[in-house]
């Protein structure tokens, strides 16, 4: 699948749409989810154009791809999750229910989360 630059998240890296940023650095972008899940529901996107997880491990430079998880690591410290825990989600293709064409993360916490499905 080729990456649609107009998509919701592309467009608020890019700073079109407006959004609670929580973190930013060379790598990645974070804030805030506008349907929250859980107490703490964040989103961290890569800077760059990648569709999914796979396309992102399959294609992004180690550079980004290190730095990209590096930066999750540090906004988990920064919400302050590290200590009773929380979860990383990232949904790939229909049958995941990823919603927006743009690889991204999902970072839970702020209460027990109970099983991962039910």
Do not use: W
């Amino acid at each position: 699948m080729a990456y649609d630059s107009t998509n919701i998240f592309a467009k608020i890296l890019r700073g079109e749409i407006p959004c609670k940023k929580v973190y930013e650095d060379a790598f990645a972008f974070a804030f805030e989810d506008i349907h929250p899940d859980a107490p703490v529901h964040v989103l961290v996107i890569p800077k760059g154009e990648y569709v999914s997880f796979s396309d992102f491990a399959t294609n992004a430079p180690k550079e980004l791809a290190l730095g990209f998880f590096a930066s999750i690591q540090k906004i988990v410290v920064q919400l302050g999750l590290e200590a009773k825990g929380y979860r990383l989600i990232s949904n790939h293709g229909p049958d995941a229910s990823q919603s927006v064409p743009h690889f991204h993360v999902h970072i839970l916490g702020g209460k027990a989360l109970g099983r991962l499905l039910p």
